[in-house]
């Protein structure tokens, strides 16, 4: 082992000895140790794009630290690594490149990994995964097909974003002013048929289980049931004159009913689609509004468009007649694609009747005096008192619920219903670089699931893109198969899944990475769930949200034992650089290569854990590196001067009031770090207290130096304080820590030492420090005897002289002792 230079810290040379033991010693191989309680950390797997950004970073040294601080916790920690690897991105830099997408995916994990490694992430790389691997996949396929039989699996057509030069389905944020994003085409709101995992069936469980998830944030917690949804209504129909058809709509308002004056439908709607056939204005409108995105967020502010398709609906109550329009403020994709208006009392319905010159009738007044209506303003909300509704007149809203849904239920025109805000979840997509469905359709016997043996269906690696479309579907060596059941000519499916059912199952996977013969084993109950995971918020909803489902049909499979698949959640800020988040297009963006090249890998860790808690955004600070940088230098410089020889044990009942105040601190710091890395998860705190700790050895060091350093103890209490520097430092700047803890004589690795306990002894100080307050704001301070009493407390605080500055000429109203804390003399 190397002697660390006392004259300069050179990190590359530093990083690359820890690395070396690291990797010879395979020091972060996770087994299953039934004697130790387990810890799995897990922060969400990259798309590999080819390189690290600060992001990357960031989030992967979040974990690292906690599952370093773990480890020396006593517990056996579970950190693996691996790859999103499908993916429309590979697509399309596959067409730039003229390459196919699996050689730029395997190439660029290849570069990522090497990435991660000088950065000194504690992965057990022995576990890694490739979501693109058939070996992963094909459990996947396995998994879906249980689905099937299980009838959680179906297809229907459904409306998408179609690019018709691409060939190609497109998420909303795809869709640009009615363009595909790449292409540039005119998209067009196309029906096709889509396979669809039953994920409503869950939908009260993942709303219910939500509760037990008290180590999530609650804003997330929160964004998930707002996007469930749940919602108690009443389903109720208008008949259509002229139509044999009725008009389903679920309202959560029925106490309203009596205030409707129009229907509106979506633009897909049947009756739509008829009135356009007789009407080319309509038929104009309709398609139109094919090729304009529409996702539920835009609808609060979007300008309401519609028109009167001549048809009338029947109220179910009073008989009369409203008319019925196709507006673009009604989606087909959210409940049957109508919806009752009534624009006295919802907003949205106002304005387009104020646009369109329809009625607007108030059959709701306020229930108090205080609170004004005035429909010639805006549409009243409110939930109050039923007035112009017949024989419901005077009912408040619960009353109202309950009397009209059993009127309409009596008639057989209406029920009371749940309703979830929640879809089922689409997971066909026409894309080529994605995992096979594992279905043949054949002409005789329907969808059929590829038998066991069969699996996996392997994707095609070896294409190139010569034009749009995927690859898969001109290709009839792949599609062109026989039937399982009948023995018929059949095909393949040629849609892939949806690269949210990869990230959904993953954790899961790492494992029982290495079972051939199933999906998990028994060592999935061992890990799971995880304990710690980390991933940004804007994954709160759908990555998460779809990983609790998976959890839910992986349970009920017999799989796993468990209800959920992460026990704490860590939602990490934003890298911002000049307020704005990093990003190429903006060139704001700092290589973390280039920094480890010039600082090293522990500069950039220490800066990203010291910047900003980690679920605040991270303001990118030159400077704030380079003070990194300067930090470790100085305490580089401070360890290699430090004598390790001949240290002796510390006598504390001899110590002077200097040495028990640095081992005081010693240890407080030891208990503050401890809370800090694992209870409270506020590193930057941490990182503050032991360069405060450092800060107080260098003032001892001066204060107490003598020509020969002779004091054996000073030496002594000095060592305990730069042990305890590199030991809670070591999570944070592994590298620079493990070869310091051999300078201070150490033959153990820093990584196998155990996390040391505080002294209570040395935390029991006969002299404390107490603020002084004078009407509740500080003045001053005082160093008295820890038994001090009240009243000579009281006598010291009022002659403190910045104190009397501020009670002199006033009268002393009482003085509030907090023991141990603080006096707070209150004056008039």
């Known amino acids: 082992m190397s002697t660390p230079s006392e004259s300069q810290y050179q990190p590359q040379q530093v990083e690359a000895e820890a690395q070396q033991y690291w990797d010879s010693n395979e020091s972060f191989k996770a087994v299953e140790d039934s004697n130790k309680d387990k810890f799995y950390c897990l922060a969400m797997f990259p798309y590999p ?17 906690i599952s370093r601080f773990q480890r020396m916790q006593g517990k056996n920690v579970l950190q693996p690594m691996g790859w999103d690897a499908f993916g429309l991105p590979a697509e399309n830099a596959a067409m730039q490149r003229k390459t196919a997408p699996a050689t730029w995916t395997w190439s660029n994990i290849d570069y990522m990994r090497a990435q991660l490694k000088q950065l000194g992430y504690a992965y057990d790389w022995s576990r890694e995964l490739a979501t693109c691997h058939p070996d992963y996949y094909r459990w996947e396929q396995w998994f879906f097909t249980r689905l099937f039989e299980k009838g959680l699996v179906y297809k229907k057509e459904a409306e998408v974003n179609w690019d018709p030069v691409d060939q190609t389905v497109l998420a909303n944020e795809q869709v640009v002013d009615g363009r595909g994003w790449r292409s540039g085409a005119l998209v067009e709101r196309r029906k096709i048929p889509q396979w669809f995992i039953r994920i409503t069936a869950y939908a009260q469980e993942l709303l219910d289980d939500l509760d037990k998830l008290d180590g999530w944030p609650e804003e997330v917690r929160t964004m998930q049931a707002n996007w469930i949804g749940r919602s108690e209504g009443v389903e109720l129909s208008f008949a259509v004159e002229g139509s044999d058809e009725a008009l389903s709509v679920y309202t959560t308002r029925p106490d309203t009913l009596m205030g409707v004056t129009y229907v509106a439908v979506a633009p897909q709607h049947p009756l739509a689609t008829q009135a356009a056939a007789s009407s080319s204005a309509i038929a104009d409108f309709v398609e139109q509004q094919s090729h304009i995105k529409v996702a539920e967020a835009d609808m609060a502010t979007m300008e309401k468009l519609g028109m009167d398709t001549g048809f009338k609906a029947v109220h179910p109550v009073t008989g009369d007649t409203v008319p019925v329009y196709v507006a673009n403020f009604v989606l087909m994709a959210y409940g049957s694609g109508a919806v009752m208006a009534v624009p006295g009392h919802d907003q949205r319905d106002y304005e387009f009747a104020r646009k369109y010159g329809l009625d607007i009738r108030q059959v709701v007044k306020p229930a108090s005096d205080d609170v004004s209506c005035d429909l010639d303003e805006k549409a009243f909300t409110d939930k109050g008192i039923l007035i112009n509704s017949g024989e419901f007149d005077g009912l408040n809203f619960e009353q109202a619920f309950a009397r009209i849904e059993a009127w309409l239920r009596e008639r057989g025109k209406g029920e009371k219903k749940i309703n979830y ?27 059929v699931p590829v038998p066991e043996n069969d699996l996996p269906v392997i994707l095609p690696e070896d294409v190139s893109f010569t034009d749009s479309g995927s690859p898969i579907k001109k290709m009839p060596e792949f599609y062109q198969t026989t039937c399982p059941t009948c023995g018929a000519d059949a095909e393949r499916e040629t849609d892939t899944f949806d690269t949210f059912m990869e990230s959904s199952w993953y954790y899961a996977r790492y494992t029982s990475h290495d079972l051939k013969t199933g999906m998990l084993d028994q060592r999935a ?12 918020i804007e994954h709160a909803i759908l990555h998460l949200l779809y990983a609790r489902f998976f959890h839910k049909l992986m349970r009920d499979e017999g799989l796993i034992g468990s209800d959920e698949p992460f026990k704490r959640l860590l939602t990490q800020g934003m890298v911002l650089k000049d307020g704005t988040k990093m990003s190429k297009s903006k060139g704001n963006t700092v290589e973390p290569a280039t920094l480890i090249e010039q600082y090293g890998a522990d500069t950039v860790r220490l800066f990203t854990m010291f910047a900003a808690p980690p679920n605040q955004s991270l303001e990118w600070s030159d400077s704030g590196v380079e003070g990194s940088a300067r930090f470790l230098r100085k305490l580089w410089r401070t360890m290699t001067a430090h004598d390790a020889s001949g240290i002796v044990g510390i006598d504390a009942p001899s110590l002077s009031a200097e040495q028990k105040q640095l081992r005081f601190k010693t240890h407080s710091t030891l208990q503050k770090v401890a809370d800090d890395f694992g209870r409270r998860q506020t590193f930057n705190t941490a990182i503050a207290a032991v360069m405060e700790l450092v800060n107080t050895i260098h003032k001892f060091q001066d204060d107490t130096a003598t020509p020969d350093a002779a004091n054996a103890q000073d030496r002594s209490i000095v060592h305990e304080a730069l042990e305890v520097v590199l030991l809670t430092l070591s999570p944070i700047v592994p590298h620079f820590c493990h070869v310091l803890w051999h300078h201070l004589g150490h033959q153990q690795a820093i990584i196998d030492h155990p996390w040391p306990a505080a002294d209570k002894g040395a935390l029991e100080q006969d002299q404390i420090q107490l603020v002084i307050q004078v009407n509740g704001k500080l003045r001053g301070k005082l160093d008295v005897a820890k038994d001090t009493e009240q009243k000579t407390l009281e006598a010291l605080a009022l002659a403190d002289l910045n104190v009397q500055k501020f009670t002199e000429g006033k009268t002393v109203r009482k003085i509030i002792v907090v023991p141990g804390k603080l006096v707070n003399i209150v004056v008039s």
């Open 49 to 65: 794009s080819g390189h690290l950004h600060m992001g990357h970073v960031r989030n992967y040294l979040i974990g690292d630290v």
């Open 421 to 447: 805000r929640l879809r089922d979840w689409g997971v066909s997509r026409q894309r080529y670089w994605g995992a096979p469905i594992p279905i043949i359709n054949c002409s005789s016997c329907g969808a």
């Open 525 to 536: 109950d061992y890990w799971l769930p995880v304990d710690q995971y980390i991933g940004g």
